[in-house]
């Protein structure tokens, strides 16, 4: 089967979230039973902030000391191709997430998030975790801006699903809300 993946462009104004989604990959996209969508509330109600049972925490964020190397490979059919290069590791001293999931972290630009581009993530189990890094697959300057989420795994499978909302529903991995809250951040790299 061949997942639905599919990018999202995020644009917060005050407490708006507008959503733009393309779908690549879609030949066979069907969701299983138990990962039904729920709905997102509407964008013009959105906000960011934590919840009573899912949070994280922005207050005493490190950047982890020195430089964290990393390899990407990919096959296309027969050929073969690596990369290497620096990357940045930022450490968040705790994240409380009801069920699990992933912490994830897309870049600001122009002032606004860019939901197109994941630049980290993090899986986490159910509860309380601290002391949770996360790898940004390039560096990043002290004050640069990010925006920090969090997403269920809704089919269980520890694979990030990259999502989207649309026509207000919120399809797997969702994004993770609190009525109107959606958990997030907007955070400078220290």
Do not use: W
């Amino acid at each position: 089967m061949i997942r639905l993946i599919a990018a999202t462009a995020m644009a917060f104004s005050g407490t708006a979230c507008a959503s733009e989604t393309t779908a690549v990959n879609s030949a066979s996209a069907t969701q299983s039973p138990e990962a039904s969508p729920e709905p997102a509330p509407s964008a013009s109600r959105i906000t960011l902030g934590n919840g009573e049972q899912n949070s994280i925490q922005i207050e005493g964020l490190k950047r982890v000391s020195g430089v964290t190397p990393f390899s990407f490979i990919r096959a296309d059919d027969k050929e073969m191709s690596s990369f290497r290069g620096d990357s940045t590791a930022l450490t968040f001293s705790e994240v409380v997430i009801a069920k699990p999931g992933f912490i994830v972290l897309h870049p600001v630009i122009d002032g606004r998030p860019n939901g197109d581009m994941v630049s980290g993530f993090t899986y986490l189990e159910a509860g309380k975790n601290e002391d949770v890094t996360v790898r940004i697959d390039h560096p990043a300057d002290t004050g640069e801006k990010f925006l920090v989420m969090l997403h269920t795994d809704v089919d269980q499978d520890r694979v990030l699903d990259f999502v989207f909302v649309e026509d207000g529903i919120n399809v797997e991995d969702t994004a993770v809300f609190e009525g109107t809250t959606m958990v997030a951040h907007i955070f400078a790299v220290p």
